[in-house]
């Protein structure tokens, strides 16, 4: 099973729509979840950290985390051709020993195509 | 400079050469990371070090060995790579190896072993 598991994609919306980007982790201990987006030929750059469940919003991204059926989501609204992209979802687990050390694992992304 | 930088951008190496990358980061952070890119994989932590300490060694083979003489800079010395070797090197960093810190990307490194 994978740890971090997202849909591939392609992802196709028409500019001006919502376009809806999910994520399942394995570990229930998971604390902290994050969402990269990923030009390409570029590195991943921050758009969402979340750490409890419920919404979170910045601008026109919003993340919604369940922690019981451990799902995160990213919602784009108005989305733009310039939000055409991988979009990378990650997840910080416990090690053994239970702590993280910072040990993000990354979900295959998923290709979002907004198109004009 | 700001933010993180790595060099070389592209990198082109026999398997029996010996190479290096170098991450430098600007932030004053003091947790470094590299990772690993490949193409239709997950991108894939292999070394976390923390205020110069490596703290995280993901099985990563023993023919790649990471430095981190302060907590500015990291390299990945490289040495008879497998042509599977070839991929994106990222490097990152974030202010503490913790469960809540945000860790920023350099450029990355597309290395090509033939």
């Known amino acids: 099973q994978k740890e971090v598991e997202q849909n591939s994609g392609p992802l196709s919306v028409p500019e001006g729509a919502i376009a809806s980007l999910n994520c399942t982790y394995s570990?229930?201990?998971?604390?902290?979840f994050f969402w990269y987006r990923q030009y390409s030929g570029k590195s991943p750059e921050l758009i969402m950290s979340i750490y409890s469940n419920g919404d979170k919003e910045d601008g026109r991204f919003t993340a919604q985390l369940n922690k019981a059926s451990q799902y995160v989501s990213l919602l784009i609204r108005d989305s733009q051709p310039s939000d055409s992209a991988t979009y990378l979802c990650a997840v910080i687990m416990f090690n053994a020993g239970g702590t993280s050390y910072g040990k993000l694992t990354f979900g295959q992304g998923t290709i979002l195509t907004v198109h004009p | 400079e700001t933010g993180v930088t790595q060099t070389p951008r592209h990198l082109v190496m026999g398997m029996t050469n010996k190479k290096s990358l170098k991450c430098e980061q600007h932030l004053g952070h003091n947790a470094m990371y590299w990772y690993k890119q490949s193409a239709k994989k997950p991108l894939e932590l292999m070394f976390v070090y923390n205020f110069k300490e490596q703290t995280e060694n993901n099985s990563v083979p023993s023919r790649f060995s990471p430095e981190c003489p302060n907590s500015s800079h990291l390299f990945l010395h490289l040495h008879t790579l497998q042509p599977e070797d070839s991929a994106l090197y990222l490097c990152?960093?974030?202010?503490?190896?913790?469960?809540?810190?945000?860790?920023?990307f350099g450029p990355g490194t597309r290395l090509l072993v033939l």
């Open positions: 990152a960093s974030s202010l503490l190896a913790g469960l809540e810190e945000t860790q920023y």
């Open positions: 570990d229930r201990g998971s604390q902290s």
